[in-house]
């Protein structure tokens, strides 16, 4: 049973535009949410993370969303630039601390295209 | 520091070997887990220790993964006899013990394993 899920596969965007990556869930007990990014013959690194507690997180170019109602989250990168183009993790966990494991999204490819 | 370091890089080997997969975690991190990337199920966790400690083994797919971590600085990943449904990519990842929501887990590169 996934209990995070990331439905779009892949995402070809021009660069320059918006990317929005999209993460559901339906463990109510998450209660924090990050976004890792992976390059290719390369191990995931983290990119951004949110609370339950805000709806938003803001970091230069990323800003990640929270809906807590809907169970579902999303990335956005504005703009997208190529070296945006990486398989995007959304993971999510119970409580806080390094030990807590994480539940990961299959991933979403993202192509940014000149 | 180094960050995590995974060795092999690469794998390949035939059905009903035998597999071992290592990891070095980043010194001092008391966390560490092991995951399976598959296209189908994504990063999967198949299981972390603390302290070199198994907490949760509940993702060790069957009875043919056994993990361990005999010192801080060392965790294998087994699989014997080995399948070519094991075919995927292994990661390790550590993380420090903390009480804060933004301490995240660091990757290491990950070993390719084929089965043939």
């Known amino acids: 049973d996934q209990q995070v899920k990331q439905n779009s596969p892949s995402l070809s965007v021009q660069e320059g535009r918006i990317s929005i990556l999209n993460c559901d869930y339906t463990n109510s007990m998450f209660d924090y949410f990050l976004w890792y990014k992976k390059y290719p013959a390369e191990g995931p690194t983290f990119l951004i993370s949110i609370s339950s507690i805000k709806d938003k997180n803001e970091d230069g170019r990323f800003t990640v969303f929270l809906n807590k109602s809907a169970k579902h989250l999303s990335l956005h990168i504005v703009p997208s630039q190529p070296g945006d183009s990486a398989v995007y993790f959304c993971a999510a966990k119970v409580g806080a601390g390094g030990g807590n494991k994480l539940t990961f999204g299959t991933g979403t490819q993202l192509k940014v295209e000149l | 520091d180094a960050g995590v370091i995974q060795s092999p890089r690469h794998e390949v080997t035939e059905m009903g070997q035998e597999v071992t997969l290592r990891c070095k975690p980043i010194?001092?991190?008391?966390?560490l887990f092991w995951y399976r990337q598959t296209m189908m199920r994504g990063l999967e966790l198949l299981i972390y220790?603390?302290?070199?400690?198994?907490?949760?083994d509940s993702g060790m797919p069957e009875d043919r993964f056994s993990a361990k971590m005999p010192n801080a600085s060392f965790s294998t990943l087994k699989i014997q006899p080995s399948e070519p449904r094991d075919s995927a990519v292994y990661f390790c990842?550590?993380?420090?013990?903390?009480?804060?929501?933004?301490?995240?887990?660091?990757f290491g590169p990950g070993t390719r394993l084929t089965v043939l």
């Open positions: 220790f603390n302290n070199n400690v198994p907490i949760d």
């Open positions: 010194s001092g991190h008391d966390y």
């Open positions: 990842a550590s993380s420090p013990w903390t009480r804060l929501y933004t301490d995240t887990q660091y």
